[in-house]
């Protein structure tokens, strides 16, 4: 069955690290997303690639980067992580489907701390 | 203003009654409207999706859509314990994206 996973799905890092989360999906999707989940502010997007070689900044993208070299993954990358990076990162996919359906379909996620 | 704004509860609904949740919008352009369920610790997973003014029912759930007045709800009836989640009302921005408001807990007391 097709999926979509995160690893490592728990992360404890130190302040000014740089830290790499993994996003992997067999979907074949185009569409790519990267969002954090904080209380209170549900959702927020962070990167987003409709394709290999594209990327796009979301609303909350100032210290993070993603690269999209092929269809399956869409790394996330903390240049230097900050305390007010801790959060739970959510990857997802979608394809446009029939009727103009864009169901984003979610990984598990990924609890980072940062310390 | 958020462009998508809901009560983020939490909403303490009866079992067998009918748990009601509301999202308002900003961009008089949206055109497609999503509901997801996100159980605690567990990722968003697609319950209901809805493009027409109108209602739109799928077994126990009916979405709802009022775009002259911007505002999108989900109705669950007869709410099981299994209800128990968030609930994220999301709106198609731009050609793929979905903004999201910051979710309704909602808790199904037996």
């Known amino acids: 069955d097709a999926e979509i996973t995160q690893s490592p799905r728990h992360k404890i890092t130190e302040t000014g690290r740089q830290v790499t989360l993994a996003c992997h999906q067999t979907?074949?999707?185009?569409?790519m997303f990267w969002y954090r989940q904080d209380l209170g502010h549900g959702l927020r997007l962070i990167h987003y690639?409709?394709?290999?070689?594209?990327?796009n900044k979301g609303e909350v993208s100032d210290g993070y980067s993603v690269s999209r070299s092929n269809t399956e993954d869409l790394p996330l990358t903390l240049e230097s992580a900050a305390s007010s990076q801790t959060s739970v990162y959510f990857c997802?996919?979608?394809?446009?489907?029939?009727?103009?359906?864009?169901?984003?379909?979610f990984g598990p996620g990924t609890r980072l701390t940062v310390l | 203003q958020k462009e998508v704004e809901q009560n983020s509860g939490p909403l303490s609904v009866p079992e067998g009654a009918i748990a009601s949740l509301n999202c308002t919008y900003s961009d008089r352009g949206s055109q497609s409207f999503f509901w997801y369920r996100q159980y605690s610790g567990k990722s968003p997973e697609l319950i209901m999706f809805?493009?027409?003014?109108g209602d739109k029912e799928d077994g126990r759930f009916t979405a709802q859509l009022n775009k002259a007045s911007q505002y999108v709800s989900l109705l669950i009836r007869d709410s099981q314990p299994s209800d128990s989640a968030t609930y994220l009302c999301a709106v198609k921005a731009g050609a793929q994206k979905l903004v999201f408001g910051q979710g309704t807990r909602l808790t199904i007391n037996p």
């Open positions: 997802a996919s979608s394809e446009l489907g029939t009727g103009g359906l864009n169901e984003q379909f």
């Open positions: 690639s409709y394709g290999v070689h594209d990327t």
């Open positions: 809805i493009y027409s003014n």
């Open positions: 979907w074949n999707h185009n569409n």
